[in-house]
């Protein structure tokens, strides 16, 4: 059978007019050739079947053959990546890369300390410092964010080879306190790629494969990117919301 792509989808629908996020629609309806299987774009949502909820994202269906859906390939494209200043982002938590005295430092962490204001040092103080990997959870104060999570990177090649190990606990431990106060949205920084120095390819590796173990979790996660060279790394492996790295995360 013929595959119908997303472009060829996303076409037809603006010639036809229709809204992709309002339903779930069979080619036919697009004016296409009634295939069996067709892959939806990445703004459709099937908002018709009581078994999918709305935040689910409708990529791919099978008709049958008289061309209405039967079977939904779903997926939740909410982890994306932008390029931004994370002290911008309005969302329920950001993530501080900080150190291990949670007094504010250099980089994205004094960025995030600066932007909050004086409070949240004030708060910091009584946190006791952060175990490196571990995270912990103060106000947004003035920031869009509601909360900051602060967690503690690994400094690459002074962690006795246990820098990978670190890095991901890093963000296990920020998803779980996040779900823990019922964080729905959470923005990401690139933990420990810059003064730090882990390698940012395979930092980026991390990041993404345990945002996927919490996919179901969250409304969104985002990757924000200071630097050009971090975003293009970002965007090459989440890929676009029909490839093959997404496509595989989806359920029939």
Do not use: W
């Amino acid at each position: 059978m013929a595959i119908l792509t997303v472009e060829i989808i996303k076409q037809a629908a603006e010639q036809k007019g229709f809204n992709l996020r309002d339903k779930a629609f069979a080619p036919r309806d697009l004016g296409l050739k009634a295939n069996r299987y067709g892959a939806f774009s990445d703004y459709c949502n099937n908002t018709k079947s009581s078994k999918h909820n709305k935040r689910e994202i409708l990529t791919a269906v099978e008709f049958n053959k008289g061309g209405r859906p039967t079977k939904y390939k779903l997926l939740k494209i909410n982890i994306i990546t932008i390029q931004s200043d994370i002290t911008t982002v309005k969302a329920d938590a950001i993530v501080n890369p900080a150190n291990v005295t949670l007094l504010g430092g250099g980089g994205c962490d004094g960025m995030i300390h600066k932007a909050a204001g004086a409070e949240l040092l004030d708060e910091c103080k009584k946190l006791g410092g952060c175990e490196k990997s571990e995270a912990k959870i103060t106000k947004g104060y003035n920031l869009p964010a509601k909360f900051i999570i602060h967690t503690v990177g690994p400094v690459f090649r002074h962690e006795n080879g246990k820098e990978k190990e670190i890095l991901t606990s890093c963000y296990i431990n920020s998803f779980k306190l996040a779900k823990k106060h019922g964080i729905k949205t959470i923005v990401f920084p690139c933990i420990s790629t810059g003064c730090f120095h882990f390698p940012k390819d395979e930092a980026a590796k991390i990041a993404i494969s345990v945002a996927k173990k919490y996919i179901n979790n969250f409304e969104k996660i985002i990757f924000v990117c200071f630097l050009e060279l971090d975003h293009k790394i970002y965007k090459k492996m989440l890929g676009k919301p029909d490839d093959n790295t997404l496509m595989r995360n989806g359920r029939t």
